[in-house]
Structures are given as structure tokens and as C-alpha cells.
T-cell receptor, first 116, second 115 residues
Framework: ETGVTQTPRHLVMGMTNKKSLKCEQHLGHNAMYWYKQSAKKPLELMFVYNFKEQTENNSVPSRFSPECPNSSHLFLHLHTLQPEDSALYLC???????????????FGPGTRLTVL | AQKVTQAQTEISVVEKEDVTLDCVYETRDTTYYLFWYKQPPSGELVFLIRRNSFDEQNEISGRYSWNFQKSTSSFNFTITASQVVDSAVYFCALSPLGSNYQLIWGAGTKLIIKP
């Protein structure tokens, strides 16, 4: 496999379910990201992990819980979601360097989540 | 304020026409990157180009070309001889120095190429 992969590609869940989204990057990068893309809204950054440490959490509700066990894998654990959480969830990775300037982010195909 | 504006919400052209997607950005930083991404209906964001703020040379890649003008804070994208496969949403993004890994995204331009 090459690039950034995400599973599952589609997920339908009830509001009381618990599920997890998985992302894996094969690019040797040291930073990984979760984004949410809702219809007719800008792309929203949810979480950033750099060298496995969470560096950003953009006021995301606690029903979304990220996990980064190593620099190649990123999970998003979901529980008691709301219908408004239905969206496309995109994972990305990049190779970050000193200076804080973000380099090119490479994206996975996304997980289309529907919450009933 | 740091901001990216893609004023064209949707553009529709007939195949083989040339089309230009506009991107205007705001930043006080002198060091930054600019990006273009393509999002086809499948959903994946595909990286197209990265431009360093110190490199104002225009870039051409096949039918794609980019015009970077710091004087007008614009980074426009032109597709020559458009094809149906170019139909997608195109996003422009800014990464200023000290952005702390956050890209500043434009709202995107939906491009429809009709056969």
C-alpha cells in the first residue's frame, strides 16, 4: 500500500454506538491530522499529532477521541455521536520541519460517516 | 488576519475550454506556502502544487498552470483544454510561518466540465 489509507470508507452508526476510524500512512511522515468536512462548510481541522504527541485540538467535542500509537497510525474513536456529526472524515499526514510552517499534507480517501 | 478567498463558488464550462480558478490570500507573514488541492467526487483531496512565497515563478504542469503574484496576493490556477475528468472541487490553501500545522483553507470552487 502506498500513500495514506483509511478504513472503513463508509460507516453508518446509531447515536449510541461506539466505532473507530483508522488511518495509516506509508510515507514516513511524522505528523498526522484528522479533518471533518461537512456539506457546504469549510474543511475543519480536528486534531494534529506531531511525533505521536497531540499538538492541536480545535475545540472538538469529547465524543471524538483520537489515538496515535505510533507515527504511522491514527485512530478516531467515536461514541454517542449526534446526527450533525455526519460528514466526511479525512486523515492526512505531512513531514514537519522546524519553524512551525506546515509542509504539504497528503490525504487519505476519507470515511463517509452517517449518524442515524 | 490570515485568510484565503475563492470567490468563485461554481464554474461550468464546456470541454476543451480554458478555465481559471481564482485564489486571493491575506497574510502579514513574508514566509509562507500556498497550495492547490483537487477533490473529485470520490472525496480524496489530491495535492496539486505547493509554492514558496519567495518563488514567484509561474509553474506549468501539462494542462495545468499556476500564476503567483505577490503584488496582488493571488495564486490563480488555469486549466487549458479542460476535460470532463477535471470536474472536481478545487481548494486553495495557505500555510503561514508559525501556523502550527494549520492550513488556512479557501471555501473551494466547484468546477463542472460538460462534454
Amino acid at each position: 500500500e502506498t500513500g495514506v489509507t483509511q478504513t472503513p470508507r463508509h460507516l453508518v452508526m446509531g447515536m449510541t454506538n461506539k466505532k473507530s476510524l483508522k488511518c495509516e500512512q506509508h510515507l514516513g511522515h511524522n505528523a498526522m491530522y484528522w479533518y471533518k468536512q461537512s456539506a457546504k462548510k469549510p474543511l475543519e481541522l480536528m486534531f494534529v499529532y506531531n511525533f505521536k504527541e497531540q499538538t492541536e485540538n480545535n475545540s472538538v467535542p469529547s465524543r471524538f477521541s483520537p489515538e496515535c500509537p505510533n507515527s504511522s497510525h491514527l485512530f478516531l474513536h467515536l461514541h454517542t455521536l449526534q446526527p450533525e456529526d455526519s460528514a466526511l472524515y479525512l486523515c492526512a499526514s505531512s513531514q514537519e520541519r522546524a519553524g512551525g510552517i506546515t509542509d504539504t499534507q497528503y490525504f487519505g480517501p476519507g470515511t463517509r460517516l452517517t449518524v442515524l | 488576519a490570515q485568510k484565503v478567498t475563492q470567490a468563485q463558488t461554481e464554474i461550468s464550462v464546456v470541454e476543451k475550454e480554458d478555465v481559471t480558478l481564482d485564489c486571493v490570500y491575506e497574510t502579514r507573514d513574508t514566509t509562507y506556502y500556498l497550495f492547490w488541492y483537487k477533490q473529485p467526487p470520490s472525496g480524496e483531496l489530491v495535492f496539486l502544487i505547493r509554492r514558496n512565497s519567495f518563488d514567484e515563478q509561474n509553474e506549468i504542469s501539462g494542462r495545468y498552470s499556476w500564476n503567483f503574484q505577490k503584488s496582488t496576493s493571488s495564486f490563480n490556477f488555469t486549466i487549458t483544454a479542460s476535460q470532463v475528468v477535471d470536474s472536481a472541487v478545487y481548494f486553495c490553501a495557505l500555510s503561514p510561518l508559525g501556523s502550527n500545522y494549520q492550513l488556512i483553507w479557501g471555501a473551494g470552487t466547484k468546477l463542472i466540465i460538460k462534454p
